[in-house]
């Protein structure tokens, strides 16, 4: 089993603080920034910050269906969803950048053994590098707008 990771960077014209409360942000913005690949959305406990608890549905495949229990903690411009389900953890890091700030999501996890493991950490990360950008692209949109 190896680990597999995936990650997405855009450049938000909006300054760092704005965009990690946006980020961290469960309740109003990450439902607005949502790409149509996920479901089921339902925030479980808080909703903003550090000890909220969210569940989805990430439909990462035609035949791959996801059940996410994150569980979000905060340190310092990062906001880290640890997912209870499996060993997902996705990082949102928020940088400054001349006027704005760099948003990244890095996703990983320890991948399948075998033949599938391989499969897994060639196919896997590109899949979830277009719904990462989808879902960055929207918050750029929410934030720019």
């Given at each position: 089993m190896g680990q597999v990771s995936a990650a997405s960077t855009v450049l938000i014209n909006a300054a760092p603080d704005a965009v990690l409360a946006a980020v961290a942000d469960y309740n109003e913005v990450r439902p607005k920034i949502l790409s149509p690949h996920y479901s089921g959305?339902?925030?479980?406990?808080?909703?903003?910050?550090?000890?909220?608890?969210?569940?989805?549905?990430?439909?990462?495949?035609?035949?791959?269906?996801?059940?996410?229990?994150?569980?979000?903690?905060?340190?310092?411009?990062?906001?880290?969803e640890k997912d209870a389900n499996s060993s997902m953890i996705t990082n949102w890091t928020v940088a400054p950048a001349g006027t704005g700030s760099t948003v990244t999501v890095k996703t990983s996890?320890?991948?399948?053994?075998?033949?599938?493991?391989?499969?897994?950490?060639?196919?896997?990360?590109?899949?979830?590098?277009?719904?990462?950008?989808?879902v960055l692209e929207n918050l750029k949109q929410q934030l720019e707008n």
């Amino acid at each position: 089993m190896g680990q597999v990771s995936a990650a997405s960077t855009v450049l938000i014209n909006a300054a760092p603080d704005a965009v990690l409360a946006a980020v961290a942000d469960y309740n109003e913005v990450r439902p607005k920034i949502l790409s149509p690949h996920y479901s089921g959305y339902e925030v479980v406990q808080g909703g903003v910050g550090a000890g909220t608890v969210v569940r989805w549905k990430l439909q990462a495949t035609k035949s791959r269906v996801r059940d996410v229990q994150a569980n979000v903690d905060v340190a310092g411009k990062t906001v880290i969803e640890k997912d209870a389900n499996s060993s997902m953890i996705t990082n949102w890091t928020v940088a400054p950048a001349g006027t704005g700030s760099t948003v990244t999501v890095k996703t990983s996890w320890q991948g399948a053994g075998g033949v599938k493991g391989i499969f897994e950490g060639i196919f896997a990360p590109l899949g979830l590098k277009k719904i990462q950008a989808e879902v960055l692209e929207n918050l750029k949109q929410q934030l720019e707008n």
